[in-house]
T-cell receptor, first 113, second 112 residues
């Protein structure tokens, strides 16, 4: 079965540094998402991306965050100046149609120290 | 604000019996509901979904029931198997939106 792949699996960064999380969505999917899960809490929606632009974002997705599809296969999440509270598991997902069955990657654990 | 609530953090069921996982929601704008399963160190895996115009959807051992008047849905797993031990997330989509709203999850433990 096709899958969403994320790299790296674990990223440690110093507070204030920029970090880029990478994802390769499933090739024929048109909608791409980032979610995060802070340890012990629920999975939270960050942003959705369609047709090379953000289609929806949550309150969490502030100016520190940005997303990009730099080429035909990668989808990235950039955090400009990381804070301690950005430490979480970040999941990339993709789907054929909006908001429906989304396929999730295995996640990137971001640790901000 | 907990728009999707899974009030049981954990549930223990004997192998072969029925597992029933519950989920309540508060937002009347939700029109599509999904269940995801998650193993440690993996991403959520889609299990089954239901549209708000239906009250039941079945796929093999998994059945989801939706009671719109009560704003309640449940996932039935029959019969439960050891590989079903995982965290189960209920998720909902608001009409016209992209993002899913997740519950906190229920850790299902299948005992031999």
């Amino acid at each position: 079965e096709p899958e969403v792949t994320q790299t790296p699996s674990h990223q440690v960064t110093q507070m204030g540094q920029e970090v880029i999380l990478r994802c390769v969505p499933i090739s024929n999917h048109l909608y791409f998402y980032w979610y995060r899960q802070i340890l012990g809490q629920k999975v939270e929606f960050l942003v959705s991306f369609y047709n090379n632009e953000i289609s929806e974002k949550s309150e969490i997705f502030d100016d520190q965050f940005s997303v990009e599809r730099p080429d035909g296969s990668n989808f990235t999440l950039k955090i400009r100046s990381t804070k301690l509270e950005d430490s979480a598991m970040y999941f990339c997902a993709s789907s054929e149609v909006t908001g429906a069955r989304a396929f999730f990657g295995q996640g990137t654990r971001l640790t901000v120290v | 604000d907990q728009q999707v609530k899974q009030n049981s953090p954990s549930l223990s069921v004997q192998e072969g019996r029925i597992s029933i996982l519950n989920c309540d929601y508060t937002n009347s704008m939700f029109d599509y509901f999904l269940w995801y399963k998650k193993y440690p160190a993996e991403g959520p895996t889609f299990l089954i979904s239901i549209s708000s115009i239906k009250d039941k959807n079945e796929d093999g051992r998994f059945t989801v029931f939706l009671n719109k008047s009560a704003k309640h849905l449940s996932l039935h797993i029959v019969p439960s198997q050891p590989g079903d031990s995982a965290v189960y997330f209920c998720a909902a989509r608001r009409g016209g939106a992209d993002g899913l709203t997740f519950g906190k999850g229920t850790h299902l433990i299948i005992q031999p």
